[in-house]
């Protein structure tokens, strides 16, 4: 059974910065298509950065510069080092792992992590 579970998340000045982490348990981070994903109020859940299992990273132009995605193999964890924080970071961001089955993808959600950013 695949489970991920957020933490990190909370209450920051603008410019501020936080650390996000994600647990995983059921699957190994490096053997998987790890992201991370934000869904502010009244808005559609948009990707913020992914990172494949050979290690390449990709981010939305929103965040490039800001935010960095890495993983800890050995502690099975992927974490978003967000910098720079703005007000329009201001989401609840969540844990995805992604895997193909055959033709089939298959994904994992976390429960979010509510991250808040004043002006």
């Known amino acids: 059974q695949v489970q991920l579970v957020e933490s990190g998340g909370g209450l920051v000045q603008a410019g501020g910065s936080l650390r996000l982490s994600c647990a995983a348990s059921?699957?190994?981070?490096?053997?998987?298509?790890m992201a991370w994903y934000r869904q502010a109020p009244g808005k559609q859940r948009e990707l913020v950065a992914a990172?494949?299992?050979?290690?390449?990273?990709n981010y939305a132009d929103s965040v490039k510069g800001r935010f960095t995605i890495s993983r800890d193999i050995a502690k099975n964890l992927v974490m978003l080092e967000m910098n720079s924080l703005k007000p329009e970071d201001t989401a609840v961001y969540y844990c995805?792992?992604?895997?193909?089955?055959?033709?089939?993808?298959?994904?994992?959600w976390g429960q979010g992590t509510q991250v808040t950013v004043s002006s």
């Open positions: 995805n792992a992604a895997r193909a089955v055959g033709a089939i993808r298959l994904d994992y």
């Open positions: 059921g699957l190994i981070v490096s053997l998987n298509v």
């Open positions: 990172i494949t299992s050979g290690g390449t990273t």
